[in-house]
């Protein structure tokens, strides 16, 4: 395969999700579109102390056509990549390679298909970014068939995308967000507990809307997408796997440790 291409971008908004994670929108310094596909990844290549680096992150935003894409970065404490991203001012231009990477969910709207399917989506931290560009993908292009987000944190203020995926659940009966906060305060009322917790009851919930909705179209089991550290990611994918014996083609996986 040949080389990803290599453009400048330029830092032009940026904002807090959370008190350690900052959002990064940049656009492409020379207007070009930036196309990918929901859950790509790009690198960017930083002016570090000890020399250029490269720090991989998933793509945010959904693909609209346009020369801009969005970021989100954790602040690890004592990493130079990080600490220099949730510095960098609005203006400053750095360079990206890409887009890359299979993690990634098809449009095919009204089709056959893998994105024609219910879908769950099992996220940790700033895992939920590639998730967000698929669901945001698939709610704009038409999808209706049920989509659901299962969103894991530490802490309540650690929701990323809190108001936005709220709102989309407002807007699309098809999708929901379900957050599970394994160190919550005594106010909290949602889920409690690692995602694993969750998988097997809201994939069985998805099933059965699939199968209770299908008419001519014979029913299909969901798809799952997962995303966030390695230990989370097997743990989800042996209980889909092994407990649940769910076919290895119906369950995706990134981690990013």
């Not at 292009?141 to 987000?149: Q, S, W």
């Not at 299908?214 to 089991?221: G, H, I, L, Y």
Request: net charge neutral.
């Amino acid at each position: 395969m040949p080389p990803p291409p290599t453009f400048d971008v330029r830092l032009v908004r940026a904002r807090k999700l959370s008190p350690q994670v900052r959002e990064l929108g940049f656009e492409r310094a020379d207007g070009t579109p930036v196309e990918f596909q929901a859950g790509q990844w790009v690198s960017l290549v930083l002016p570090l102390p000890e020399g250029e680096g490269r720090r991989a992150y998933s793509i945010a935003s959904h693909p609209d056509g346009s020369s801009g894409f969005e970021l989100a970065v954790t602040k690890v404490d004592g990493g130079p990549g990080s600490t220099y991203l949730h510095e960098l001012p609005v203006g400053a231009v750095v360079r990206a390679l890409g887009p890359q990477g299979f993690f990634t969910r098809p449009r095919m709207a009204g089709h056959a298909g893998p994105a024609a399917y219910p879908a769950l989506f099992v996220g940790t931290g700033t895992g939920v970014t590639p998730l967000r560009s698929m669901i945001k993908d698939a709610l704009l292009a038409g999808e209706t068939a049920p989509i659901v987000l299962l969103f894991g944190v530490r802490y309540e203020s650690d929701r990323l995308y809190r108001e936005e995926l709220e709102e989309l659940s407002r807007t699309y009966a098809n999708f929901r967000a379900v957050y599970t906060v394994s160190r919550p305060d005594a106010s909290w009322s949602g889920a409690t507990g690692y995602v694993q917790t969750h998988v097997e009851s809201l994939w069985r919930e998805l099933a059965h809307e699939r199968a209770s909705s299908a008419s001519e179209e014979a029913p299909v089991a969901p798809h799952v997408y997962i995303c966030g550290l390695e230990r989370m990611v097997s743990a989800v994918r042996d209980l889909l796997r092994k407990q649940m014996g769910i076919d290895r083609k119906q369950v995706h996986s990134e981690r990013y440790d």
